[in-house]
């Protein structure tokens, strides 16, 4: 079956590690797509990635790095500059057309905690 | 930038009645698309609803219906004979057609609680 896969489902951070949430995806998508929810909050735009090797900020880019060298991986690393990671990251990827009205399908999402 | 407000944090709803959940959005663009999500306790982001802002019909998916005011730029759902399993967070997201990308813009959710 066509979806996006997530990894870890949970996650924990020491002080002053990094950590990388996987995002893969078998869609064919071209866009990808990275969220942040906190209790109380609405999904937050991290970054994206319209096609292979390029990707944008969203709107909380700081203290975390993506990479996309694959159409259906977009990894992202939480860095030790991200004083407050402690969320549930989700991971979402849609049909690239920007007059296509298909929806963003998501992924089932990483929680990540500070030990 | 676009905006997303909705603004009932918690409602309630006796099974197999109908509720309404609001949605308003701030743009000035003309074209545009809007979603409702959902977000069961497990957590997994599952479509609801789109409506296109050209289309003047408002969307329906079986139980599920929008009230589509593009002028009051208000996008509600509603939900018929409510079931169980329709407990969960609600979104309303706002798709720019202009802006690079096709990023959503998210509300801060609607927690729907259903009593039997």
């Known amino acids: 079956d066509g979806g996006i896969t997530q990894s870890p489902k949970y996650l924990f951070r020491k002080e002053g590690q990094n950590v990388t949430l996987s995002c893969e995806q078998n869609?064919?998508?071209?866009?990808m797509y990275w969220y942040r929810q906190d209790p109380g909050q609405g999904l937050r735009l991290i970054y994206y990635?319209?096609?292979?090797?390029?990707?944008q900020k969203g709107d909380i880019a700081e203290g975390y790095s993506v990479s996309r060298e694959k159409k259906e991986s977009f990894p992202l690393t939480v860095t030790s500059a991200q004083k407050n990671p402690t969320a549930f990251y989700l991971c979402?990827?849609?049909?690239?057309?920007?007059?296509?009205?298909?929806?963003?399908?998501f992924g089932d999402g990483t929680r990540l905690s500070i030990l | 930038a676009q905006t997303v407000t909705q603004s009932q944090p918690e409602m309630s709803v006796q099974e197999a009645e109908t509720v309404t959940l609001s949605c308003t959005y701030d743009?000035?663009?003309?074209?545009?698309?809007l979603f409702w999500y959902k977000q069961p306790p497990s957590r997994q982001m599952i479509l609801v609803i789109r409506?296109?802002?050209?289309?003047?019909q408002n969307a329906t998916e079986n139980r599920f219906s929008v009230n589509f005011q593009k002028a009051a730029k208000s996008f509600s759902l509603k939900i018929s004979d409510s079931q169980l399993g329709d407990a969960a967070m609600y979104f309303c997201?706002?798709?720019?057609?202009?802006?690079?990308?096709?990023?959503?813009?998210f509300g801060a959710g609607t927690i729907l609680r259903v009593k039997s």
């Open positions: 997201a706002y798709r720019s057609l202009t802006e690079y990308g096709n990023k959503l813009v």
């Open positions: 869609l064919n998508h071209d866009a």
């Open positions: 409506q296109e802002a050209y289309k003047q």
């Open positions: 979402a990827s849609s049909i690239e057309t920007a007059y296509s009205n298909q929806p963003q399908h």
């Open positions: 743009t000035s663009e003309s074209d545009y698309y």
């Open positions: 990635s319209q096609i292979v090797n390029d990707f």
